[in-house]
């Protein structure tokens, strides 16, 4: 495992210092970097600290200094500034950091992707139709059966009629992603789990017209339709049941190209308050499909 690079951050200290201007340096992409504090912020009482990426607050990051992981190593001009906190006799006092603008060299950003975890990028939208992105990320999509291409209806009544016979294909061998695109591994869908996510109502204020999770560095903040970077939003269509078809929507069940065993295929699994990557279930169940390149 490679040794996370140090780059200092001269940091405000807290009460005392002025916000310094914006500072530039390049990192290689895919490569874990620490942000550290060489005038670390004092005050009489506990400060508490919380950094940001682009203006959005990046879950976790608590500390005092902060290292980019490998999987979030990459963008061009990507701004990174940390905000301290304490309180003194007037109340919570804050100050912010000075500026750091991290270009990391040797990744090219794909056209069109507002989430890349691992250098993996994320399609904005579900597929709806065979081999075709929906035309909004949060609306409800079709279901599909292991390795087949039949687009099972979003609402009741089932449409096609269902098919019981389990495909015993080791893999997605009929992708049914856009040229170019193709189905997620299990370990991108760990990846991106463990990027962070955020369930989001209809009533969250978020733009979501139907309920899902925002995943990504940026889960906590995003919002549909434009304010996307870093993050992409995954609606919680639930699945058909492997028990004729049936309709469910307490959970949400995404393929991923991986099967678990013969009449088993790992998949995402989704719900209020869960997000797993290690489910499996019947290859006749009827899960969503979302593609990464």
Not at 58 to 75: E, K, L
Not at 218 to 235: E, Q, R
Not at 263 to 271: M, P, Q, S, T, V
């Amino acid at each position: 495992m490679r040794n996370a690079t140090r780059i200092l951050l001269t940091a405000t200290g807290l009460l005392t210092a002025s916000t310094a201007g914006a500072q530039g340096v390049q990192a290689p992409a895919g490569q874990a970097y620490t942000i550290i504090s060489n005038a670390d912020a004092t005050a009489v009482n506990p400060i508490t600290y919380q950094w940001y990426r682009d203006n959005g607050p990046i879950p976790g990051a608590t500390n005092a200094s902060y290292t980019v992981p490998a999987i979030f190593a990459y963008g061009d001009n990507v701004q990174f500034y940390r905000l301290a906190k304490t309180q003194d006799c007037t109340g919570d006092v804050e100050k912010k950091s000075n500026t750091v603008t991290i270009t990391f060299t040797g990744y090219i950003m794909p056209v069109g992707c507002n989430l890349v975890v691992g250098g993996t990028c994320w399609a904005d939208c579900n597929v709806d139709d065979p081999r075709t992105f929906a035309t909004r990320a949060d609306m409800y999509t079709k279901f599909y059966q292991w390795n087949r291409l039949t687009a099972y209806s979003v609402n009741n009544p089932l449409t096609p009629a269902w098919n019981s016979v389990v495909d015993s294909s080791e893999t997605w061998t009929n992708n049914p992603c856009p040229s170019g695109w193709r189905m997620p591994s299990q370990d991108e869908f760990q990846q991106l789990v463990n990027a962070g996510s955020t369930w989001a109502e209809t009533s969250s204020g978020r733009g979501n017209i139907v309920p899902g999770r925002f995943y990504g560095f940026n889960h906590a903040t995003c919002k549909l339709p434009s304010n996307m970077s870093g993050c992409i939003f995954f609606p919680a269509g639930g699945y058909r049941s492997s028990a004729g078809g049936t309709l469910n929507r307490t959970e949400s069940c995404y393929w991923s190209d991986m099967q678990f065993s013969i009449i088993r295929g790992y998949h995402l699994d989704f719900a209020s308050n869960i997000s797993d990557y290690t489910t499996n279930s019947s290859k006749i169940l009827g899960g969503l499909i979302r593609c990464v390149k």
